[in-house]
Nanobody, 125 residues
Framework: QVQLVESGGGLVQAGGSLRLSCAAS????????MGWFRQAPGKERVFVAA????????YYADSVKGRFTISRDNAKNTVYLQMNSLKPEDTAVYYC??????????????????WGQGTQVTVSS
């Protein structure tokens, strides 16, 4: 399995920006779509964004569309999430994984990699 390590979270005021990174090791991820999920306190983990294996296509949850941008660097086995115009409701632990789409929903690919420790994003009002 791939090991996934997220970083870049922090405390930011509403309207601010953060850039998250996810480094993968143990196996190249260049053949996989990659994505970000988040889990707010007391809620289920939900899909945030995804990017195709070559970066040619991107997908976003409606709640972040126009504010977040996902990108990847296959040479570095790293995927990024640029988050702008942050809102208090963006507060969550953010995780990366390889996603797949089933209808209108996104799920992590089974056995691609265990969830990392995530990175905490806290947006104050």
């Amino acid at each position: 399995q791939v090991q996934l390590v997220e970083s870049g979270g922090g405390l930011v005021q509403a309207g601010g920006s953060l850039r998250l990174s996810c480094a993968a090791s143990g196996r190249t991820f260049s053949g996989y779509a990659m994505g970000w999920f988040r889990q707010a306190p007391g809620k289920e983990r939900v899909f945030v964004a995804a990017i195709s294996w070559n970066g040619g296509s991107t997908y976003y949850a409606d709640s972040v569309k126009g504010r977040f941008t996902i990108s990847r660097d296959n040479a570095k086995n790293t995927v990024y999430l640029q988050m702008n115009s942050l809102k208090p409701e963006d507060t969550a632990v953010y995780y990366c994984n390889a996603p797949y789409r089933d209808g209108s929903s996104w799920y992590p690919v089974p056995d691609f990699g265990s969830w990392g420790q995530g990175t905490q994003v806290t947006v104050s009002s």
